[in-house]
């Protein structure tokens, strides 16, 4: 008797909470089987390579502070990502905000500073023009979505192309305000001005692996996700953008001003991308990084978008994503060369990426699975019969 | 005069376009479908770096090496749109974040980039490239020469796929079914389509195009491999879709008009003209020129009349219709 094997979805009327932890956990582990298969296949001893990613992101001496510097801006990204695709809004510029925001916050930094210990005052002028020149950056997708429905998604990645231009132009092409003219490298090589020391941002040692420094962005990134957390969830703004990113006809019913809205979440999201930018000049590069090989190929703003969709767009789950993939950026780093190509980070991050996206489907259907004899076969006798 | 500037633009502007147009043409199919594919960058980087290796390690004659070459990328573009086609056709995943993460997952710092390197590609003269072919009495005529006929075979060819994809969806049965799918999937299903098969295939096909694409840029434009070479272009691409209304022959306008700006930095800088902060603006104007045109289509009346495929962006589960 033939049996035949029935495969069905079944939508899921709740959502289990366990499910919520388990799948992305899954998602993980699935992920680092199926790399392990294209690292066997590509002639690499995937258990070695592991081992070696895990000692170079966390284990080693100094490898938690590389960590730090690689997740901080990571973790600002991210956020900005979170906290528009929340809302179906997918500003996918951070790249770009985050450059606009270094180029304004440095212009501060360079304008304010001065000599002696780190100021309140410059490194919060800094912070202020990060966001700002963030914020400005992402007005332009937010209000070309608002009032001509111009597709976010196009907008705001060209929008990142011209950023690095600027970027590029500001340090290699011009005389501008930012760049190194004083001295004999600035006549070799083109780089960014120094920032004064009041205007470096200072960190916290923690004593760990013989010392490690907590930059203060990493602090803000942490202010800044409870910020967001509190505004999605505790105010008549989160609720509003919520029902905005499941209905647009729903939100306009209930009295939502549209436009307004969608301008102030990618005002929001752009401001977070502009401070990840300060934080680059003020916690790590200090001076405007215009290096096309520089803060340019780090793509921090596309792995944002890795992180904010692992963290499932809660802001704290992007802090603590943030750090995880940080930890795989840096280990990259550290191992890069013939055994590690460049690139292999990349590769781990989608295939990471695609495992969750595809383990969503477990969590909003059931999948039952059921062994049943034909159907046909088993009711011919009980017809004969009759 | 076959010098001028705009003689050499309007040329030029065919060569850089002829990439955006394979992109384009492959990414309205699957859009055609209902299925939007925001990976065509990286499925396009894929096929350029798989079609650069094969011209570096095949020894065959060139036309050979160089059709087997568009082979591999072809089916390189299409291995990596199968994992979106499973992601969103198959596991029901969001067809924006799926595309995004294939654009990550293969594109300027993941599977290209690895491969690049894992197979000592990067800093190499490519061994065969695609060149003019035609009669030089031919290109060497007046204006039209250098236009028309001073083409690599890639330009006809993507002339030909015009005519095929503008009649295979006006013309022909498949075409037919193909607009139902994208237009309301339940309707088609209802009449017997099968609508995972048309978007499965269309999605695959779409990545075949976009390797072709990628494949373009290292073996006929700029004959190396660089990390990221394409720059940006799958995303013209997809906005070119958009502007054309999802229609072929205004594909091929659009590419063109694109392509002209892509080759317009370049050629200032060949030709030491400065005009203000050039590199700036001549390098900016193709991301600035799409958004602009993107903001015209999109405002108003246009986006009305000529629509996107209604069901563009929506898994079809026959249950839930």
Not at chain 1, 172 to 193: D, H, I
Not at chain 2, 228 to 255: D, Y
Request: glycine share 12%; net charge positive.
């Amino acid at each position: 008797m033939s049996r035949r094997t029935h495969i069905a979805l079944e939508q899921r009327l709740s959502r289990p909470r366990w499910l919520t932890v388990a799948v992305p956990v899954g998602s993980v582990v699935f992920a680092f089987v199926v790399v392990a298969v294209v690292l066997l296949a590509t002639g690499h001893n995937p258990l070695r390579e592991y081992r070696q990613l895990f000692d170079a992101a966390f284990l080693q001496r100094g490898a938690l502070e590389q960590t730090l510097i690689a997740a901080t801006p990571l973790a600002f990204t991210g956020l900005a990502a979170a906290a528009a695709f929340r809302m179906k809004l997918y500003n996918i510029g951070a790249e770009g905000q985050m450059y606009i925001g270094a180029i304004t916050a440095a212009a501060a930094g360079l304008y304010l500073g001065g000599s002696g210990g780190a100021s309140p005052f410059v490194i919060g002028a800094m912070v202020a023009a990060g966001c700002i020149g963030g914020l400005g950056w992402a007005l332009i997708p937010g209000i070309l979505r608002a009032f001509f429905k111009t597709n976010e998604i196009l907008t705001s990645l060209l929008l990142n192309y011209v950023a690095g231009y600027v970027l590029t132009y500001l340090i290699f092409e011009s005389q501008s305000y930012w760049r190194q003219t004083k001295g004999f490298n600035a006549s070799v090589f083109p780089t960014g001005k120094p920032l004064p020391s009041s205007a470096v941002w200072p960190t916290w040692t923690i004593h760990l692996q013989g010392g490690i420094g907590l930059p203060l962005g990493a602090g803000l990134a942490v202010v800044v996700a409870a910020i967001v957390w509190l505004l999605y969830s505790r105010t008549r703004f989160g609720v509003e953008a919520q029902v905005l990113g499941d209905s647009e006809r729903a939100a306009r019913y209930s009295g939502v001003r549209v436009r307004r809205k969608i301008i102030a979440v990618m005002a929001l999201s752009g401001a977070i991308a502009g401070l990840g930018g300060a934080s680059q000049d003020g916690d790590f590069r200090h001076a405007l990084d215009g290096d096309p090989n520089g803060l340019q190929k780090q793509g921090f703003g596309y792995t944002g978008i890795v992180v904010a969709a692992l963290g499932r767009y809660n802001p704290f789950a992007v802090v603590l994503i943030a750090f995880l993939i940080g930890g795989l950026e840096n280990a990259g780093n550290t191992l890069q060369g013939p055994s590690f190509p460049a690139g292999l980070v990349g590769v781990i991050q989608g295939i990471i990426l695609f495992c969750a996206l595809g383990g969503e489907l477990l969590t909003r259907y059931r999948v039952r699975v059921t062994w049943r004899r034909d159907t046909r076969a088993a009711l011919a006798p009980a017809e004969a019969a009759r | 005069m076959n010098h001028s500037l705009l003689v050499v633009l309007l040329a030029s502007g065919i060569a850089y376009g002829t990439p955006l147009l394979f992109a384009s043409l492959g990414e309205l199919l699957a859009e055609r479908a209902g299925v939007l594919n925001l990976g065509v960058e990286g499925m396009m980087l894929v096929g350029a770096v798989m079609g650069f290796w094969t011209v570096q390690r095949v020894g065959a004659g060139t036309p050979l090496t160089l059709t087997l070459a568009m082979v591999i990328a072809a089916v390189a573009g299409t291995l990596m749109a199968a994992i979106h086609a499973f992601l969103v056709i198959t596991l029901r995943a969001s067809q924006i974040v799926s595309g995004l993460a294939l654009t990550i997952f293969a594109g300027a710092a993941g599977l290209s980039s690895y491969l690049g390197n894992d197979l000592n590609l990067a800093d190499q003269p490519a061994r065969h490239s695609f060149a003019p072919f035609l009669p030089s009495t031919l290109q060497k005529l007046p204006v039209l020469g250098p236009i028309l006929f001073g083409q690599t075979i890639l330009v006809y060819v993507s002339w030909a796929c015009v005519v095929a994809i503008a009649l295979y969806l006006s013309r022909t049965r498949t075409g037919l079914n193909l607009r139902a799918v994208g237009e309301s999937p339940a309707a088609a299903d209802t009449m017997g389509v099968n609508v995972s098969l048309y978007r499965y295939g269309h999605t695959l096909a779409g990545g075949a195009f976009a390797g072709v694409a990628g494949a373009t840029v290292t073996l006929a434009i700029t004959p190396q491999w660089v990390d990221g070479i394409t720059g940006g272009a799958g995303w013209i691409a997809i906005a070119l879709v958009i502007f054309a209304f999802w229609r072929p022959e205004i594909c091929l306008v659009g590419a063109y008009f694109f392509g002209a700006m892509q080759a317009l930095a370049p050629e200032l800088q060949a030709r030491n003209i400065q005009l203000g902060p050039t590199v700036l603006w001549s390098n900016s104007l193709p991301y600035v020129m799409t958004i602009v045109v993107l903001v015209a289509v999109s405002s108003g009346t246009a986006r009305r009349r000529l629509g996107a495929p209604a069901a563009l962006g929506t898994p079809y589960v026959r249950e839930e219709h």
